[in-house]
């Protein structure tokens, strides 16, 4: 995580690492053990990062950085994604796919905005290094984040061998984090995991490599491009564009339950780094956003598109001559905003499944709060806390950081097992205790939706049985059996 210098109050220390933290815990490490076991190029990564950073021409003792964009489209004839259509059999005269590309869903048309993938190399004054690695995959796949540690491990011990011209990135297993924008009108075919093929295409090797060899070179971008920098934060509030996903319910049992849609976290983070390679003219490089927002604004046009994360990112960009790299929040419960859940109707906040023109509306909003926290960050604003159970549209910032150049890095990771009270993963609001009630409920697609039509079945059955099934349900999690609470 960053950390300020000793000097900074312990709130600011505590926020700044918290942001980078943040990053950590909302995306998918890398694992261990996945070293190449080279054998003809001499010297390990340990080595190499024991040596020290790799050289930049810039004097020891400030805080460094660089950032790259790659770009990360693949190719027409791959699916668009899960808001692609899914296609008829295959064979069936529409279209000749001879390299199959598109399986379960349907091949892209053409092209909104480029695919993206954009990393962030810092290292502190204490030599220590990190890199965030943003891209526009659907979720973060720990295979693939292996393979880019693999192929970061590769180029470093060619530099060390003299094979590769260029610095070493000194990024491991250990330091690199990755973050997804969670887009939907992008190809995904990186993970082999079963799951995720309900909603995207399969596992494509191809595909796999692809990313990963575009993944690490941002990486490596970003690191030829380390100059010295300063640092600052702002949190602020924004909730202008989104609106609590799910929103309010009624439960089973016929009580509130959900949230109201305006719960959402309320607020925007931005991480700011300005070039001070000429420190009487600091000027801005690149900035670490993070929002949780729920990419879907076009859905149904077969075109790869960077969604809301792009459109905003485009003008943030022009307008500051930055380089942005994206993270979310809370991306799962998080959505645009639509009808009047949140927003009155002359404010015009019309967002979910609305098209490219309020597309464009939202990133000008979003690109707005990014202007707000740069001001507040520039002018060092006194912050004011906000309540998370009633977050505020406006007003002061929530927290600032003041610029630092002379940050120190460090990094945490953690793996988390799931919690013994949910032994198996559950995909729905079907609550388990309906069950032992013959409320038997099928999770539906529209997930997190139960449907409550198999009751006319389960009903009879447990009328009919000579003991009292309803009580089972109780005396299972009273001995303390992980029955999950819903599935």
Known sequence: MLVTPSRARPRLRALLAFLLAGALVATTGV?????????????????????GPAPTG??????????ASVDASWHLGASGGQFSEHQAPPGNGE???????????????????????????????NGERVAIVGNDLYLPNDLLNRRVAQLLEQHDLAVAAGLEEGPATGITEDNLAVTVSHNH???????????????????????????????????????????????????????????????PKIADDGTPAGQPFAHTT???????????????????????ITLGLHPEWTWGYDLFSGDITHAAMRIIDRELGTTTVMSQRETGSSGPHKDLRVHEPHERREFQESGWQQLDVGARLWADAV????????????PAPSDPHAPRRDGPPIEVVPFASDLDVSVASARFAPPWSRPVPGVSNCNTASLFHGDWRVPVLGLPDCNDDAAAVGEPVVDGTPFEEREVYDQLKEAGVPVPESY
Do not use: C
Not at 58 to 67: D, F, I, M, N, W
Not at 371 to 382: C, D, F, K, L, S
């Open 31 to 51: 694992g261990v053990g996945t070293g190449l076991g080279t054998t003809d190029l001499p010297g390990s990564v340990e080595e190499i990062t024991a040596a």
């Open 58 to 67: 810039l004097p020891a003792g400030g805080t460094r950085a660089g950032v």
């Open 95 to 125: 279209y000749v796919d001879p390299f199959l590309h598109a399986k379960r869903k349907r091949p892209a048309r053409g092209v909104q905005s480029r695919i993206l993938t954009r990393a962030m190399v810092v290292e502190g004054a």
């Open 185 to 247: 009108n992008s190809a995904f075919y990186s993970t082999p995991s079963w799951g995720t093929w309900i909603f995207q295409d399969v596992f494509d090797l191809r595909f796999y490599e692809y990313m990963a060899e575009r993944m690490a070179q941002a990486v490596i971008d970003a690191t030829a491009d380390m100059r010295e920098v300063r640092i600052g934060a702002a949190t602020v509030p924004f909730n202008e564009i989104q609106a609590h996903t799910i929103g």
């Open 266 to 288: 309320g607020m925007m983070t931005v991480v700011r780094v300005d070039d001070i390679s000429d420190p009487s003219r600091p000027t801005p490089y690149a900035n670490w």
């Open 371 to 382: 202007h707000r926290a740069y001001e507040a960050i520039e002018t060092g604003e006194e």
